[in-house]
Nanobody
Framework: VQLVESGGGLVQPGGSLRLSCAAS????????MSWHRQPPGKERELVAS????????NYADSVKGRFTISRDNAKNTVFLQMDRLKPEDTAVYYC???????WGQGTQVTVSS
């Protein structure tokens, strides 16, 4: 099983990034997927989740209206579109298939001028 995140980097406040997570080694369409983040010195927190077919999405209050989670089951990939980024969004972002206990290695997102 592998979950490989990409798309992180340094962006200015107000900017956008799109994270991708490529899955392999399990039946991707059978699992709900989620994005989590761990800010410096803080605990990991849930950012967004999406159901197996993509019809149900949930967001943390802190990102609602700015972030969008989506998935492409044909490509075994889940995405996190992040708009209007703020310095407090700085964190390591992880994708996960919580039902299987599968986690990626994380990608760093830094929002700074």
């Amino acid at each position: 099983v592998q979950l490989v995140e990409s798309g992180g980097g340094l962006v200015q406040p107000g900017g956008s990034l799109r994270l991708s997570c490529a899955a392999s080694g399990f039946t991707f369409s059978s699992y709900g997927m989620s994005w989590h983040r761990q800010p410096p010195g803080k605990e990991r927190e849930l950012v967004a989740s999406i159901s197996r077919a993509g019809g149900i999405k949930n967001y943390a209050d802190s990102v609602k209206g700015r972030f969008t989670i989506s998935r492409d089951n044909a490509k075994n990939t889940v995405f996190l579109q992040m708009d209007r980024l703020k310095p407090e969004d700085t964190a390591v972002y992880y994708c996960a298939a919580p039902g299987g206990g599968f986690w990626g290695q994380g990608t760093q997102v830094t929002v700074s001028s």
